[in-house]
């Protein structure tokens, strides 16, 4: 596979699995909601099991990383402004979605199966967000 889509697919990976740690956070100690902290949970399992079912292996990943001389690792001013937990958690599901969308275009080119995985999680995110939404 090509290493650039590599980089894609890795970066994306990282991205969702850190943006639903942070709203999976969210969940369990700010609304103390067991059922919401699972979802988001299963979610990141979710994500480790389409790479499982997909069959790439994590060192090609690691190996097409290339952080220092990645052109977007800059943070804008307006990823730096957070005023509160609801903040937190609406920038980082909406970055979990757009991480899920773009894994569910590039795996169309080499394995329409798990596109369709990557699918259904963000359809499943969308729920989660609106359950958690409706509490904060």
Same mark, same amino acid.
Request: without cysteine; hydrophobic residues 30%; glycine residues 12%.
């Given at each position: 596979m090509d290493n650039r889509i590599l980089r894609i697919l890795d970066a994306n990976l990282n991205r969702a699995q850190e943006g639903l740690r942070v709203c999976e956070e969210v969940a369990r100690f700010v609304l103390c909601d067991k059922t919401l902290t699972r979802a988001f949970k299963n979610t990141r399992h979710a994500i480790v099991e389409a790479l499982r079912m997909w069959n790439i292996k994590k060192c090609l990943l690691l190996d097409s990383r290339d952080s220092e001389k990645d052109v977007g690792k800059t943070s804008l001013y307006s990823e730096l402004k957070?005023?509160? +937990?609801?903040?937190?958690?609406?920038?980082?599901i909406q970055r979990v979605k757009e991480s899920v969308r773009v894994l569910e275009e590039f795996t169309k080119i080499d394995n329409k199966k798990v596109s369709? +995985?990557?699918?259904?999680i963000r359809y499943k995110l969308y729920g989660i967000e609106k359950k958690t939404g409706s509490k904060l």
């Open positions: 957070r005023g509160d +937990y609801q903040d937190i958690f609406f920038a980082n369709g +995985y990557f699918k259904t």
